[in-house]
Antibody, heavy 120, light 110 residues
Framework: QVTLKESGPALVKPTQTLSLTCTFS??????????VSWIRQPPGKALEWLAR???????FYSTSLKTRLTISKDTSKNQVVLTMTNVGPVDTASYYC????????????WGRGMLVTVSS | QSALTQPASVSGSPGQSITISCTGT?????????VSWYQQHPGEVPKLIIY???DRPSGVSNRFSGSKSGNTASLTISGLQAEDEADYYC??????????FGGGTKVTVL
């Protein structure tokens, strides 16, 4: 059974660095074709794709956020970490990690998401 | 990368068919078959209902169908049911090697 779960701080101050961890089970990111993405959704607003890391360590980043984002994986721990620097109130959102098994990127399994609030 | 354009809301009566459009550019929707659709009920996680423009994952009702013409993809829900009331999002791969979502469409069953 495939599961994903996001973890990290629920409250972050402006200008700080946010670090989120996606811990998954039921698949391995060392298996060819596996990919994990981060997607966020501000309260009441649309989904926004952030970043993706593939089994071969290929990384993709949102054009508008790539200077602030870093995605990495720890295959031995079945974890993917997303860091976002210099956060602001506009970064308040539910952050989801999701799995893909094809380059096309459709997400077949999602974590439950976690709300991160940026406020002083 | 600008979000794909979707109508804010679409409504229909039970049993009817509705179509949600998703308009992009020749750098995303128009260039690739990598268009997918997600259904999100309030407070829930998005669920994949269409991928590669028109393919349905196992277990998804065949009342959901997808298509594409030029820079516009479409999701059709036939035989509309109360349980279809939700937000729907399209997504596409882009020539910038990124992915982009649409602004979302709220479907109301009258």
């Amino acid at each position: 059974q495939v599961t994903l779960k996001e973890s990290g701080p629920a409250l972050v101050k402006p200008t700080q660095t946010l670090s989120l961890t996606c811990t998954f089970s039921g698949f391995s990111l060392s298996t060819s074709g596996m990919r994990v993405s981060w997607i966020r959704q501000p309260p009441g607003k649309a989904l926004e794709w952030l970043a993706r890391i593939d089994w071969d360590d290929t990384k993709f980043y949102s054009t508008s956020l790539k200077t602030r984002l870093t995605i990495s994986k720890d295959t031995s721990k079945n974890q993917v970490v997303l860091t976002m620097t210099n956060v602001g109130p506009v970064d308040t959102a539910s952050y989801y990690c999701a799995r893909s098994t094809a380059f096309s990127g459709e997400y077949d399994y999602w974590g439950r998401g976690m709300l991160v609030t940026v406020s002083s | 990368q600008s979000a794909l354009t979707q109508p804010a809301s679409v409504s229909g009566s039970p049993g009817q068919s509705i179509t949600i459009s998703c308009t992009g550019t020749s750098n995303d929707v128009g260039a690739y078959i990598y268009v997918s659709w997600y259904q999100q009920h309030p407070g829930e996680v998005p669920k994949l209902i269409i991928y590669d423009v028109s393919d349905r994952p196992s277990g998804v009702s065949n009342r959901f169908s997808g298509s594409k013409s030029g820079n516009t993809a479409s999701l059709t829900i036939s035989g509309l049911q109360a349980e279809d009331e939700a937000d729907y999002y399209c997504s596409s791969y882009t020539s910038s090697k990124t992915w982009v979502f649409g602004g979302g469409t709220k479907v109301t069953v009258l």
